[in-house]
């Protein structure tokens, strides 16, 4: 018999995280590229002025958007590109206001819509209790 010892070696103790850092950055360049493509909205050409911008807030302002044949849509609920009625906007509009007092309301018309669409879904907007609403333009080029 040889009186040699045998050498354990200790079980490395430490986490590999070069694999770990390269997942996070594929996720993270992923995510940048994704996000701008997720916005949701509805065609509508918005009239252009020269307005100053109002105050962001920390608030996701609620959107009402008007397209070119009056018909309403709303940037929260289920599926915010299928139109709503008189009764569902203001009721949803309500719930918001409700459960998020403060949240800035605005309206996107565009601007071949008729006049009175406008002032129609205003009119809903304060009958669900939105104490002031704002209107949506494109900077005028000058």
Do not use: W
Not at 32 to 47: C, F, H, N, S, Y
């Amino acid at each position: 018999m040889s009186n040699t010892k045998r050498i354990r070696k200790r079980p490395m103790s430490e986490i590999n995280v070069v694999p770990y850092i390269d997942v996070m950055l594929v996720l993270l360049i992923i995510f940048m590229v994704t996000a701008p493509l997720m916005t949701q909205g509805i065609k509508v050409d918005l009239p252009q002025a020269t307005a100053e911008p109002v105050d962001q807030s920390e608030k996701e302002p609620l959107i009402v958007s008007i397209d070119i044949d009056g018909l309403y849509y709303l940037n929260v609920g289920d599926e915010p590109k299928k139109g709503v009625d008189h009764e569902l906007l203001v009721q949803r509009v309500a719930a918001v206001l409700r459960y998020q007092p403060g949240t800035p309301v605005l309206v996107r018309g565009d601007s071949a819509v008729n006049y009175g669409a406008v002032v129609t879904a205003m009119a809903l907007l304060q009958k669900a209790g939105a104490p002031s609403v704002g209107l949506v333009t494109d900077v005028l080029d000058e």
